[in-house]
C-alpha cells in the first residue's frame, strides 16, 4: 500500500469514528520529519482514544501495519501517531487551536483525502 493511500484510509476510519475537521499535508518538499501529516480533532478524550484505537486495530487487521510509537493515548488531550513517513495529530479541539499545526505548516500541499461519506438507511 502507498503512504498516500495509507494516509486516506487513516483520513476515512478517522472520519468514520466522528472525527472532525481531518485535514492532511503533503510535507515532501517542506519537512525531513515525514512525508505527510494528518490532523484531526475529537470532541473528548474518550472519542480520541477511540479514534487512535481504530486506527491501530484496523491498520493491523486489515493491512499488517503497526504504528513505531504512539505518544498521549493515556490522556487523549493530543495524540500523536507515527507511521514512518505518516504522522497523524488527534486533537482535542481547544488544545488543536493553541498549538495550531495548521499555521507550522502554511506552505504545505494540502492533500484531498477524498472521504466517504456513508448515507443512512
Known sequence: MSDLSLLKKIAQ??????ATTILAYD???ISDLTRYTLICSASNDRQAKAICESIKATLKQQDKVLPY???GAET???ILMDYGNIIVNIFLEYIRNYYALEQLWAKAVPVDLELKVEEKK
Not at 476510519?13 to 466522528?18: A, L, M, P, Q, R
Open 13 to 18: 476510519i478517522s472520519y468514520d469514528k466522528k
Open 27 to 29: 510535507l515532501d518538499k
Open 76 to 78: 487523549g488531550n493530543w
Open 69 to 71: 510509537a504512539v505518544e
